[in-house]
C-alpha cells in the first residue's frame, strides 16, 4: 500500500540555519504531495503542496519539489527562525478524496 | 472560533468502558475526517464522510469503533469496550469538498487515555 517516509527528528538548529527535512514515499501512480506542520499547542495546518510532478510547492519561506525519479518531496528553508520549530508532516493524497497517508512527523527546535 | 472543535479535549476512561469523541466542523464543509495519532507517529486515517454517509471507513481498526454524522455536520467517534491501546490522540478533519485538494483543516484533537 501507499506509505511515506519521513527522516527521525528531532532536528535541533540555531536561527539562520539552513533546514532540510527528507521525505520519501510508496505509491501507485503520481498522488499529490503536501507538507503539514504542528505548532505547540495548535492542530495540524497545510503548510504546501505540490500536485504534479516538478511542481514546487512554497509558504512561509519554505519549499518542496515533487521528483518522481527519486519519489522525494523533501522540506528546505533557507534560514529558519525560532518561530519554525514545530513538528513537520509528509503526507501523500490517496482515494481521490483527500485521504492523507502521513509520515511519523519530524520535531524541529530551533534556538536563538 | 471558526475552526474544527473537537470536545473534549481530554479524556480518561477504565477499560471496557464506552466513549463518545465529538467533533463539530467548519460550517459548511461536506467532507469529514477522523485520525488517529498515537505516540510518536503520524495520523493514521480511520473513516470519511461526504454528507451524512461514511464513504470509506477501511481505517477503522474493528467493530468496537464506528462514527455517525446523521445531519451532515457534527461527527461523533464511538469507541466500546475500551483497550489500553485505543490510547491516543483522535484527530477531526473537515474540508469543503471530498476532491483531492489536499487541504484539510483540523481541530486540536481529543487525547484519549485508557486506564
Known amino acids: 500500500g501507499d506509505s511515506v517516509t519521513q527522516m527521525e527528528g528531532p532536528v535541533t538548529l540555531s536561527e539562520e540555519a539552513f533546514l532540510t527535512i527528507n521525505c520519501t514515499y510508496t505509491?501507485?501512480?503520481?498522488?499529490?504531495l503536501f507538507w503539514y506542520v504542528q505548532y505547540p499547542g495548535e492542530g495540524l495546518q497545510l503548510l504546501l503542496k505540490a500536485t504534479k510532478a516538478d511542481d514546487k510547492g512554497s509558504n512561509k519561506g519554505f519549499e518542496a519539489t515533487y521528483r518522481k525519479e527519486t519519489t522525494s518531496f523533501h522540506l528546505e528553508k533557507g534560514s529558519v527562525q525560532v518561530s519554525d520549530s514545530a513538528v513537520y508532516f509528509c503526507a501523500l493524497e490517496s482515494g481521490g478524496y483527500n485521504k492523507l497517508i502521513f509520515g511519523a512527523g519530524t520535531r524541529l527546535a530551533v534556538h536563538p | 472560533g471558526a475552526g474544527v472543535s473537537q470536545t473534549p479535549s481530554n479524556k480518561v476512561t477504565e477499560k471496557g468502558k464506552y466513549v463518545e469523541l465529538r467533533c463539530d466542523p467548519i460550517?459548511?464543509?461536506?467532507?469529514l475526517y477522523w485520525y488517529r495519532q498515537s505516540l510518536g507517529q503520524g495520523p493514521e486515517f480511520l473513516i470519511y464522510f461526504q454528507g451524512t454517509g461514511a464513504a470509506d471507513d477501511s481505517g477503522l481498526p474493528n467493530d468496537r469503533f464506528f462514527a455517525v454524522r446523521p445531519e451532515g455536520s457534527v461527527s461523533t467517534l464511538k469507541i466500546q469496550r475500551t483497550e489500553r491501546g485505543d490510547s491516543a490522540v483522535y484527530l477531526c478533519?473537515?474540508?469543503?469538498?471530498?476532491?483531492?485538494?489536499?487541504?484539510?483543516?483540523f481541530g486540536e484533537g481529543s487525547r484519549l487515555t485508557v486506564l
Open positions: 505509491a501507485t501512480g503520481y498522488p499529490s
Open positions: 460550517s459548511g464543509h461536506t467532507a
Open positions: 478533519a473537515s474540508s469543503s469538498s471530498g476532491g483531492a485538494s489536499g487541504e484539510l483543516f
